[in-house]
């Protein structure tokens, strides 16, 4: 044959794709998701979610420890919140002296260069699982934004360098601003879960937690998963109110949200690599379906891929182990 062009000459030698693989891993992309409980000496491995382990505050620092020494720069804390501090106003998400606060005093104080970024939202510690305030049974906004920029606050105070809003409610970006700026936390970081769907594959974070809502589902605040369109209106207004890093939740099944928001915003965008993407990783490998290592790469390069400068990962640990 007599061929102008072969594709196949840059894809010969492991060197030449690496020469001009367009998509790179770096372990400062990923932000590591970590599961707190009160206690000590506690370490329970998540069943939905083998390998992975909700941490009394003492292993967590070790554990924190460790990500910093691996290259990992960020952390994103969740809190498991005992069920009698539970209520319908969420009034523990902002106790000064509560399990957040103490963990993100204790884990700046460990590794005051880590990026710690918190979870902003009701539902760890509402008496119904949800994001919000309930009246009538309905999720109600404008309450909840109070909570939410109390919570944020309280969270500014304990030294968190970026509050992380996953609670979809309307205008809560510019209110946790507003909030942070009178308060004069003017290095606070607010990264949003801009475009978050109501996803089945959240299940094993709610098993971490034991947060899953009580009645109904999250579909009032969190995004159908049959748009698009309003994934890219619901970053814009975020970045209009002042997110510093917008997000999409799950990335999987969001490739092209990921890419279409990429492409409207000129600020980070994050991607959630969520708790039922690592299940299925972890349950195909188990059954010897698929390897994992191998899943893992490629899981992580198509987020970037799809435009995601940053991640965050149950893999985060995996990864940088597996790019040496
Ligand atoms: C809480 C929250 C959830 C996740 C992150 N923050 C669950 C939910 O919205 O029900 C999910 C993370 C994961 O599945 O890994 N607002």
């Given at each position: 044959m007599y061929l102008q062009k072969r594709n196949r000459i840059l894809r010969q030698s492991p060197a030449?794709?690496?020469?001009?693989a367009e998509t790179i891993l770096r372990p400062e992309q990923f932000i590591a998701p970590l599961f707190i409980d009160e206690g000590k000496g506690l370490k329970t491995e998540i069943a939905s979610m083998p390998g992975y382990y909700r941490n009394s505050l003492d292993h967590t620092v070790t554990e924190v420890k460790?990500?910093?020494?691996?290259?990992?720069?960020?952390?994103?804390?969740?809190?498991?919140?005992?069920?009698?501090?539970?209520?319908?106003?969420?009034?523990?998400?902002?106790?000064?002296?509560?399990?957040?606060?103490?963990?993100?005093?204790?884990?700046?104080?460990?590794?005051?260069?880590?990026?710690?970024?918190t979870d902003v939202a009701l539902d760890p510690y509402?008496?119904?699982?949800?994001?919000?305030?309930?009246?009538?049974?309905?999720?109600?906004?404008?309450?909840t934004v109070e909570a939410l920029v109390k919570m944020s606050i309280s969270h500014a105070a304990a030294g968190a360098d970026f509050i992380a809003p996953s609670?979809?409610?309307?205008?809560?970006?510019?209110?946790?601003?507003?909030?942070?700026?009178?308060?004069?936390?003017?290095?606070?970081g607010i990264m949003s879960y801009s475009a978050k769907y109501a996803s089945c594959f959240y299940g094993p974070f709610r098993?971490?937690?034991?947060?899953?809502?009580?009645?109904?589902?999250?579909?009032?605040?969190?995004?159908?998963?049959?748009?698009?369109?309003?994934?890219?209106?619901?970053?814009?207004?975020?970045?209009?109110?002042?997110?510093?890093?917008?997000?999409?939740?799950?990335?999987?099944?969001?490739?092209?949200?990921?890419?279409?928001i990429k492409n409207s915003v000129s600020v980070p965008v994050s991607a959630y690599n969520i708790s039922g993407e690592y299940a299925m990783i972890k349950a195909a490998a188990k059954m010897g379906?698929?390897?994992?290592?191998?899943?893992?790469?490629?899981t992580l390069t198509s987020i970037r891929r799809a435009g995601a400068d940053l991640i965050a990962t149950y893999f985060a640990k995996d990864a940088v182990r597996l790019l040496g």
């Open positions: 030449i794709r690496a020469m001009v460790e990500l910093w020494q691996m290259g990992i720069k960020s952390v994103l804390l969740f809190i498991k919140c005992p069920d009698d501090l539970k209520d319908n106003t969420g009034r523990e998400a902002w106790n000064p002296e509560g399990l957040m606060q103490r963990s993100i005093k204790a884990i700046k104080d460990a590794v005051p260069e880590m990026v710690v970024m509402s008496s119904y699982g949800h994001d919000g305030i309930v009246e009538n049974g309905k999720i109600v906004n404008d309450p609670d979809m409610m309307d205008g809560r970006i510019g209110a946790i601003r507003a909030g942070l700026e009178t308060e004069g936390f003017t290095e606070t098993d971490a937690l034991d947060s899953a809502p009580g009645f109904g589902d999250k579909k009032t605040y969190q995004m159908d998963y049959a748009n698009r369109e309003e994934a890219v209106r619901e970053t814009l207004m975020d970045v209009e109110e002042g997110a510093d890093i917008v997000m999409v939740k799950p990335a999987l099944s969001y490739l092209d949200i990921i890419r279409d379906w698929i390897n994992e290592d191998k899943a893992i790469l490629e």
